[in-house]
C-alpha cells in the first residue's frame, strides 16, 4: 500500500485536521446539546421546539460523521471520545435543565460558536488549497448561521 497523495502536504493535512477536529467537537458537543433539549424541553413553546430540536440534533449527527470522515479522508485520526471532545470543544457543556427561554439562547450561542470555529478552519483550508475541506465547512458554516438565525427569530 502505497501513502497517501492527495495534493495536500503533511503538514497542511495535520494542521487542517486539528482544525477539523475542533469543528467535529464543537458539533458533536452541540449536538449533545441540543438532543437533550429535545428531551427536556417544557412550556408553552413544547411542540414547536421539541419538533425544532429533532431536526437540528437529527441534522447535526449527519455533520459529525462528514466531518470525521473528512480528517480520515486527511489520513489522521479522528477524535471519538467524550473526554477529547470535551478537551477540544469551545461550545461548552451545560448543568441542569435551563428554561425552554435558556435552551434557546444556550442553543443559538452554540451555533454561533460552530460558526466562528469554522471561519478558523476555512482559512486554513483555503490556505492549503484543500477545496474539499473548505466546501465542507463553508456547507457547515451556512447551516448554522441559519439555524442561529431562526433560533434568535423565537426569542424576539
Given amino acids: 500500500m502505497t501513502g497517501i497523495d492527495i495534493g495536500i502536504n503533511k503538514d497542511n493535512r495535520v494542521a ?3 482544525g477539523l477536529s475542533r469543528l467535529l467537537a464543537d458539533s458533536y458537543t452541540l449536538y449533545l446539546q441540543t438532543h437533550n433539549f429535545h428531551w427536556n424541553v417544557t412550556g408553552p413553546a413544547f411542540r414547536e421546539l ?5 431536526e437540528h440534533y437529527t441534522e447535526l449527527a449527519a455533520a459529525v460523521d462528514d466531518i470525521a470522515e473528512r480528517i480520515r479522508t486527511l489520513d489522521v ?3 471519538g471520545t467524550y473526554k477529547e471532545f470535551a478537551r477540544l470543544s469551545s461550545v ?3 448543568d441542569g435543565v435551563p428554561s425552554s427561554d435558556e435552551m434557546v439562547d444556550l442553543l443559538t450561542k452554540g451555533h454561533e460558536q460552530v460558526v466562528r470555529t469554522s471561519r478558523e478552519v476555512l482559512k486554513v483550508a483555503q490556505e492549503a488549497d484543500d477545496e474539499s475541506t473548505a466546501a465542507l465547512v463553508s456547507d457547515r458554516m451556512r447551516v448554522h448561521e441559519k439555524t442561529s438565525w431562526m433560533l434568535r427569530a423565537i426569542r424576539k
Avoid at 50 to 54: D, G, R, S
Fill in 16 to 18: 487542517i485536521a486539528e
Fill in 50 to 54: 421539541h419538533l425544532m430540536f429533532e
Fill in 77 to 79: 485520526a479522528a477524535p
Fill in 92 to 94: 461548552k457543556e451545560v
